[in-house]
């Protein structure tokens, strides 16, 4: 469908042709990652038991030729889970990617607006103050609940009198709601009288895939499609806006208001992936930046490539996480954290003049 | 596309930056508007462009009430080449430039074989279509400058706001893009700094002064010495050059100010002509 452009110029790289490859090579290293990620684990399962099984629980084809136990493992017990880490990493990598253009700095990600910070306190109040009005999906409602409240707190706080919402005072209000809602957090915590409570909590902050089931897919998936869809659609105006805020308008967007909605999408996707997860750190940060170095910085590009790599990204943060200390698990933020911090600095690093300061 | 400014109030914070602005733009015409820093040009500009909203006037561009459309409707006729350009985030410059087809594009429309044509002929008419796999970051300033005002002519509009386009700028890419703005055809207002400029390409100029309209008319009509005196405060000799036919400034240090004085008291006219040897009593 799409040649390069007419009178293409030899030196740089065919951008749209090159795109259509590195979509596919990330689809395929998804569909392999994804199987990878099933077969490890303490018992070990061959891949193709893992799409049988997955083939004949989906369709009812299939005469089963392995164990019961397999059958469980890869469907009740592995299989959501990987999908699980699939969808998060994907949603977190797509709301990061608009949420840095949304204010305009590289160092945004899902939490820069207290999404994380308002989902614990709503996780806390669960797990350590006990407060269960949903039965076992108490503590998705209530982190869901925390991170939209602490989203809207935000919002409310950085609009200026004159009704403008500018990209700085998003974040200087996100970085004050999120400062107050750890301490909200901290002394909850430091209430708590049983101990396996706080290892909870502090296992919840660092986000885990562990709980996943099958019900807990159907939400975040519809919320990660449907997000995307959204967001693609309005990938030239995100161009605009990263291109800058006057650049914007004169394009013909209405920043103000674009910016309001777009911000309540990526709040809406933000608690529902933290929902079931925690919250799970630097996946939304790294991997807009790295696909940018890839498929440069069009939203129509970065958009799918982002969500493909951070679910490769987080599957793989998974597998380490259960695997790496077993039979214990670490929280897999531990994982994502240990290695965005490096990759963050080398980022820093190599774009030594534009973190400065004036940068244009 | 004619564009009139009438009466345009605006200020912030208690502070009028625009005292009742009203200017016009004549289809095809190339008008500079000049005046020291914080006459109010730039706001001036975003008014016309709608990042800023005035308390008071009229903006019409054709029959079009520009400060009642909608931002996307008037994108689609005004272009803007500003002064800022995209930072921290890399494009590539085909991808610049194509985003002035943006104002013309539905939500999930797809890049045609028209909107790359257009894309690729304004980067050619700005010379750079070579350029157009490069990073926008890896330019020099005036091929940045170039790249932007392709990225206006690939929005198609029929009236050209540039906002000092020429700033950082080396004079031969100053002349280059100045003179690629002339030649196009459209109806264009530029914010200037350098008064040459203004005179060589500009058809009309307004003198902008603490936010009001201070004088305006033809190039030679407007730059006087007198009136750069009174508006800059700084002295100066103009001259008709023979090659160009238009004025020419040339400024005066303190040292060679003709009559040293505070201020030109009824001998308009008569300084310009004066020649500075002859300056010191």
Not at chain 1, 79 to 84: A, D, G, K, S, T
Not at chain 1, 112 to 137: H, K, N, R
Not at chain 2, 100 to 125: C, M, N, Q, W, Y
Request: a neutral charge.
């Amino acid at each position: 469908m799409d040649e390069t452009g007419g009178k293409g110029e030899g030196g740089g790289k065919p951008v749209a042709s090159g795109f259509s490859g590195v979509l596919l090579a990330l689809l395929a290293g998804l569909f392999a990652s994804v199987t990878l990620a099933t077969i490890v684990g303490p018992v070990w399962i061959s891949p193709l038991t893992v799409w049988k099984v997955a083939l004949h629980e989906a369709t009812g084809f299939l005469r089963p030729d392995w164990s019961a136990a397999e059958g469980q493992i890869v469907w009740q017990i592995r299989f959501p889970r990987v999908l699980l880490a699939a969808v998060v990493g994907a949603g977190l990598s797509v709301v990061g990617t608009a949420l840095q253009a949304a204010v305009r700095n590289p160092l945004a990600d899902p939490f820069v607006l207290g999404g994380s910070s308002g989902a614990s306190v709503g996780a806390v109040l669960v797990i350590v103050g006990g407060v269960q009005f949903f039965g076992i999906y108490s503590l998705s409602v209530a982190a869901f609940v925390g991170a939209s409240v602490a989203f809207v707190l935000v919002l409310a706080l950085a609009r200026s009198p004159g009704g403008h919402t500018s990209p700085l005072r998003l974040i200087l209000a996100g970085v004050a709601a999120s400062y107050a809602l750890s301490a909200v957090t901290s002394f909850l915590v430091l209430r708590a009288d049983d101990p396996e409570e706080v290892r909870s909590v502090l296992f919840w902050t660092l986000g885990s895939l562990g709980g996943a089931r099958w019900e807990y897919l159907t939400l975040p998936s519809a919320a990660l499609i449907g997000g995307t869809a959204l967001l693609l659609a309005q990938s030239r105006s995100l161009n605009a806006l990263l291109a800058g805020e006057e650049t914007a308008v004169t394009l013909g967007v209405e920043t103000d208001g674009f910016r309001r909605r777009l911000l309540i999408l990526c709040g809406l996707l933000t608690g529902t992936m933290v929902a079931v997860s925690g919250t799970i750190g630097f996946v939304g940060l790294m991997v807009p930046h790295t696909v940018r170095l890839v498929v440069g910085a069009d939203h129509r590009r970065v958009l799918p490539a982002a969500a493909l790599s951070g679910a490769i990204l987080l599957v793989w943060a998974d597998v380490v996480a259960r695997t790496a200390i077993s039979p214990e698990e670490m929280p897999v933020g531990v994982v994502t954290s240990l290695a965005g911090a490096p990759f963050f600095l080398w980022l820093m690093r190599r774009k030594r003049g534009a973190f400065g300061g004036e940068g244009g | 596309m004619r564009l009139d400014v009438e009466n345009i109030v605006w200020g912030a914070d208690g502070r009028k930056i625009l005292r009742g602005v009203s200017l016009e733009v004549g289809s095809g015409e190339v008008v500079g508007l000049i005046g020291p820093n914080g006459s109010g040009k730039t706001s001036l500009l975003r008014c016309v462009y709608k990042v800023l909203k005035p308390q008071a006037g009229l903006i019409s561009l054709g029959e079009e009430d520009v400060l009642r459309s909608s931002v996307r409707r008037m994108a689609r006729r005004t272009a803007v080449v500003p002064q800022e350009t995209p930072g921290e985030f890399d494009f590539a410059v085909r991808e610049i430039a194509a985003m002035g087809r943006s104002p013309h594009k539905g939500l999930f429309e797809r890049e045609t074989a028209e909107d790359r044509e257009i894309v690729d002929d304004s980067l050619s008419r700005v010379g750079m279509l070579p350029f157009a796999e490069r990073q926008f970051s890896t330019l020099s300033g005036g091929e940045k400058q170039k790249v932007l005002v392709a990225r206006a002519l690939a929005q198609k509009a029929r009236l050209l706001v540039l906002d000092e386009p020429t700033n950082h700028l080396d004079v031969g890419h100053q002349l280059e893009v100045l003179g690629l703005v002339r030649g196009l055809g459209v109806s264009a207002l530029a914010a200037l700094h350098d008064l040459n400029l203004a005179a060589l390409f500009c058809d009309r100029i307004y003198v902008l002064s603490g936010g009001e309209v201070f004088a305006s008319g033809t190039p030679d009509e407007v730059l006087r010495p007198e009136l750069i005196e009174r508006v800059y405060g700084v002295a100066s000799e103009v001259r008709i050059h023979p090659a160009t036919g238009k004025p020419h400034v040339a400024f005066l240090p303190e040292s060679l100010r003709p009559r040293p004085g505070p201020r030109p008291d009824g001998q308009e006219g008569e300084r310009g002509a004066r020649r500075s040897g002859g300056a010191s009593p």
